[in-house]
């Protein structure tokens, strides 16, 4: 009896080693769960239409406007997530982009949903934080 419960004590720690280990995903950033979100991205869009579009950036590039041209992949005051929250939030100094706080109707929701969906309409770039 004990060579039996010895020897299936062995079999069961070599199965228990032979077995892949679970690696858990990453959890998604907020940015990126807003680009996962069709109503998030929606909204973002309205809000970028709203307060960005036409009045500084363009949808499109042109050589004209004094605003950077959000869709490629040169970002000129930092490119991280956090890096583009903070520039919609505090503005740049000497330049005609002010900062938003968290002015817009839900707050820093609002904002990080803007961040994800430029995140998303970027065109060419090999990774996204």
């Not at 839900?106 to 990080?112: I, P, Q, R, S, T």
Request: proline residues 4%; hydrophobic residues 40%.
């Amino acid at each position: 009896m004990n060579k039996t419960a010895l020897l299936v004590g062995v079999l069961l720690t070599l199965v228990a080693c032979r077995e892949e280990p679970v690696v858990e995903p990453e959890p998604l950033t907020e940015v990126q769960s807003y680009m996962a979100n069709a109503e998030a991205m929606s909204r973002a869009s309205a809000l970028f239409a709203g307060s960005c579009a036409d009045t500084c950036h363009a949808l499109e590039p042109v050589e004209t406007t004094e605003a950077s041209y959000l869709f490629d992949c040169v970002w000129n005051h930092g490119s991280s997530d956090e890096e583009i929250a903070r520039t919609i939030r505090v503005g740049i100094s000497g330049t005609r982009m002010v900062g938003f706080g968290s002015n817009f109707p839900e707050g820093d929701a609002d904002l990080w949903k803007i961040v994800a969906w430029l995140r998303s309409k970027q065109v060419g770039c090999d990774t996204v934080e």
